[in-house]
């Protein structure tokens, strides 16, 4: 879903079954646990549409998901101060005994 040519760094070529095999897409029906999505919508170097198109599998499979998407955030926005805040938070929630 990303860079064309990205891919073929870590997994060769010819592009085969193991691409499908590997999508989050193709899997996201497969989802246990807690997922947060965090994304920038000024990312530059992962196309916001890229987990905008996950989070559409994710619907389609009916699994549940936090998507956080940070207004002006580019790369790496999520270890800025709100999205530190917002995985902190997901994680006393989902990880924090009760």
Not at 9 to 36: C, F, H, R, T
């Amino acid at each position: 879903m990303d860079k064309i040519w990205w891919q073929e760094q870590w997994m060769g070529w010819p592009v085969d079954k193991a691409y499908e095999e590997g999508s989050n897409i193709v899997n996201a029906a497969n989802l246990q646990g807690n997922l947060m999505l965090l994304v920038g919508d000024l990312d530059h170097n992962v196309d916001p549409s890229s987990t905008f198109q996950f989070a559409n599998a994710l619907n389609n499979a009916n699994k549940m998901y936090d998507l956080v998407v940070i207004p002006g955030g580019k790369h790496g926005c999520g270890g800025r101060e709100y999205g530190v805040m917002r995985q902190v938070e997901f994680f006393r929630r989902h990880l924090q005994e009760k």
